[in-house]
């Protein structure tokens, strides 16, 4: 029997849980059941008989990682069989018919004007310091599925985006700055990709690779020639993806190929929040959360960094390789992807034999979690017919 999904308005969440705890129980985020590599480790709360689940980060995680759907349903069918009718959900109403039709076999709604209302609702773009509690839970309940390895980094950056925002609504700091650390393809930049799908997944991102960037006139081409020059009315690149975006995550990576000329102007932005061009115009950039990277260790970053810029930052954190064991939930995961966007765009697999084989391969032994997808992909390429991409077409 499905249940009846109840809805609550983000803006409106504490009124939410003041009125339905009075008639149905206290409600609680689907990750106070979780544990800490996002396996559900229990199915009831203790001292509570009745309670309702927040599911809305399953849902915004569904969104990315389709590959997880037969996972969560059967948390939520173990959950049901466990507590029967002393068991509610509800979902922010933005995400009301994404739920039901993902969990079809689980839940539906009989609000009939809610459809009409969400999609009438023009959205409007929001900054991290504008969330309500539940929707900064949310997020980063969803940013710790999303993310591999890196436990205690996703603690501290909880920690440390709580505490901007509370500096924020006090009026002391505009933005909030992380410098990630390590080597290549450990997920440094994955960071900011994650962040920035959950917040803002219609707009384009706003990121920029100092890879790329090369010898004298490195701040024109970010910033924008002055006036008179060739290219001022062009624009630079980063004040380009910044007015065409409502995103406010911006990516800055391979920080350490940058020059001085550009350390300078990240300490007197990360120092303002906001710069000027050279064109004269102000970018203001309050509440936007700034992610630099960079190819260093703690044996040489500081060598590196300038000292001023360095003590800008409002983190700095060194990622480590991947564990096995998270390598291994990457490759598992990973393989269930392909899986899934055969069987949807081409035809049908037995999914246990090519898993199993796949799975057999020493990926583990990769530090670099690009080269484990590559070999992954050329892997499960051999094992399927390629003759199959063109069963649907006749010469």
């Not at 084989?357 to 499960?380: G, P, Q, W």
């Amino acid at each position: 029997m499905k249940k009846k999904l109840l809805v609550y308005e983000k803006e409106k969440i504490e009124e939410f849980i003041q009125k339905v705890e009075g008639e149905k129980g206290t409600v609680f985020p689907i990750s106070y059941l979780t544990d800490k590599n996002v396996n559900l480790k229990y199915t009831g709360i203790k001292d509570k008989e009745c309670f309702i689940l927040d599911i809305t980060a399953l849902v915004m995680s569904l969104s990315e990682r389709k590959d997880l759907q037969l996972i969560y349903e059967s948390w939520i069918n173990a959950l049901n069989e466990e507590n029967e009718d002393c068991i509610e959900y509800c979902v922010e109403k933005e995400y009301l018919f994404q739920a039901c039709d993902l969990f079809n076999y689980y839940f539906e709604t009989d609000e009939v004007d809610v459809k009409k209302d969400v999609e009438e609702t023009v959205t409007e773009e929001k900054s991290i310091v504008e969330y309500e509690k539940r929707e900064f839970d949310d997020l980063m309940d969803n940013f710790k599925i999303q993310l591999y390895g890196h436990e205690r980094f996703k603690k501290n950056l909880k920690n440390q985006l709580k505490a901007y925002i509370l500096l924020h609504r006090m009026k002391r700091k505009k933005i909030f700055s992380i410098l990630l650390c390590g080597k290549s393809g450990i997920g440094k930049t994955e960071v900011g990709r994650i962040l920035q799908k959950a917040m803002y997944p219609e707009e384009p991102p706003i990121k920029i690779n100092f890879g790329n960037y090369s010898g004298k006139g490195s701040l024109w081409s970010l910033i924008g020639s002055p006036k008179g020059y060739m290219g001022s009315e062009t624009g630079g690149e980063l004040t380009n993806k910044i007015t065409n975006s409502k995103s406010k995550i911006i990516i800055i990576d391979e920080l350490d190929k940058a020059d001085a000329t550009i350390f300078n102007f990240f300490y007197e932005m990360l120092e303002d929040g906001q710069y000027t061009d050279l064109v004269g115009k102000v970018v203001d950039l309050d509440g936007y959360i700034v992610i630099f990277t960079a190819n260093l260790d703690s044996s040489n970053f500081q060598e590196m960094i300038p000292e001023p810029l360095f003590s800008r930052f409002d983190m700095t954190y060194e990622f480590l390789q991947l564990t096995t064991e998270d390598k291994k939930r990457f490759v598992s995961e990973f393989i269930d992807v392909l899986i899934a966007e055969y069987e949807e765009n081409i035809g049908q697999l037995n999914n246990k034999n090519i898993k199993d084989e796949l799975m057999k391969k020493s990926y583990h032994t990769y530090t670099n979690v690009r080269l484990i997808k590559r070999d992954v992909m050329n892997a499960f390429v051999e094992l399927v017919d390629v003759n199959n991409i063109w069963n649907d077409y006749t010469e």
